[in-house]
């Protein structure tokens, strides 16, 4: 069973940046596609960048040019490294992994991030 643990959140400053971490166990993680997902209080959950197993990338357009995403193969983690963060920003971050193989979405728990003065 695949698992994810998402690690790196908190509050920043407007301008700031933060990093964020998810470690994958449970299968085979260059047989999965990886995403962040965000959801702020009382809106939809979104999806803000997505690595594929080839390594090609995909963000929603608000963020393109100052969210990265990247994947460590040795150590099963995806990254996205968030700068010039917004207060509109401020949300529950998930890391998602779906299985090439299977077409299952695994959703880790979220981690709270909080953008504000």
């Known amino acids: 069973q695949v698992q994810l643990v998402e690690s790196g959140g908190g509050s920043v400053q407007p301008g700031g940046s933060l990093r964020l971490s998810c470690k994958f166990s449970g299968s085979i993680f260059v047989l999965h596609n990886m995403g962040w997902y965000r959801q702020a209080p009382g809106k939809q959950r979104e999806l803000v960048a997505q690595?594929?197993?080839?390594?090609?990338?995909n963000y929603v357009d608000s963020v393109k040019g100052r969210f990265i995403i990247s994947r460590d193969i040795a150590r099963s983690t995806v990254t996205l490294q968030m700068n010039n963060l917004k207060p509109d920003e401020t949300a529950v971050y998930y890391c998602?992994?779906?299985?090439?193989?299977?077409?299952?979405?695994?959703w880790g728990q979220g981690t709270q991030v909080t953008v504000s003065s």
């Open positions: 690595i594929t197993n080839r390594n090609q990338t």
């Open positions: 998602v992994a779906h299985s090439t193989v299977f077409g299952t979405d695994y």
